[in-house]
């Protein structure tokens, strides 16, 4: 059984994973990407100033560090990525004042703090080298090794190189990346059928998000329907129902 602290950090790789990877291809398709964070036309609003490819560069990195995040199988390089991204997007939304953007990126920076802690034993190598010997894989590096994440990474990377063309193509392979990197948690042997679950309305979001504007304003309130069953599903996971006891039969 996944213990309750690595499903944990299954989900909020997920969660960093896509609003990321959503908010880079929403960027690059000039705001036809379905996602939860801006601004969707960045790069429209520094080429007036001559910084259209650093804008372009943004977008890219955040879809690289999305992908790296969502494959779980290559998290631990997305989150150390996306560290430095998360405290430049925090410095420039305090400079320019931006109401409750801040404290928004503050608890991505916690959630990305926390993907680090738990991917310390690996991580302390670079920081001391003589600890070496003393890294090791996490629980969750034993699930991680699938085709089906491999399979998700590719279908990224092809909505990355579709996003400068075709929105269509970039909705289709990010949707069927968002799918294949949420089976290849839910088919490990390890995870409940509730965790399951979670994940599986987790990736529902994700795609709904992605079609929002053929959906309409039922995208909207199935999001938000599919969110708070996940928050209901995910406090349930928490509680530990006692063991029957058997009682001896009378004979």
């Given at each position: 059984m996944l213990r309750q602290k690595d499903f944990t950090i299954i989900l909020i790789r997920l969660l960093l994973g896509y609003i990321f990877l959503s908010a880079g291809l929403c960027k690059l398709t000039h705001g036809h990407?379905?996602?939860?964070?801006?601004?969707?036309?960045?790069?429209d609003t520094l080429a007036k100033y001559g910084l259209g490819l650093f804008a372009r560069i943004v977008a890219i990195t955040q879809v690289v560090c999305g992908t790296l995040l969502l494959s779980q199988r290559f998290s631990t390089i997305g989150a150390v990525m996306l560290l430095p991204m998360n405290l430049s997007i925090l410095a420039v939304t305090i400079s320019m004042?931006?109401?409750g953007t801040p404290y928004v990126n503050g608890f991505f920076i916690v959630l990305n703090i926390a993907l680090l802690l738990y991917d310390w034993h690996k991580l302390?190598?670079?920081i001391n080298p003589v600890l070496s010997a003393e890294a090791r894989p996490t629980a969750l590096d034993a699930y991680n090794q699938n085709v089906f994440n491999i399979a998700g990474t590719t279908f990224a990377v092809a909505a990355l190189v579709a996003s400068r063309f075709s929105?269509?193509?970039t909705n289709v392979f990010?949707?069927?990346a968002f799918?294949?990197?949420g089976y290849s948690v839910i088919q490990v042997k390890a995870i409940t059928k509730m965790q399951a679950l979670v994940v599986a309305l987790v990736i529902l979001n994700m795609i709904i998000i992605t079609l929002a504007s053929l959906l309409g304003t039922i995208a909207q309130k199935l999001v938000l329907f599919n969110t708070l069953l996940i928050f209901a599903l995910f406090a349930a996971s928490f509680i530990?129902?006692?063991k029957r006891?058997?009682?001896?039969v009378a004979q």
């Open positions: 990407f379905g996602q939860i964070i801006g601004p969707p036309l960045l790069e004042h931006w109401v302390k190598v670079l929105v269509a193509f990010a949707i069927a799918a294949a990197m530990k129902l006692p006891k058997i009682l001896p």
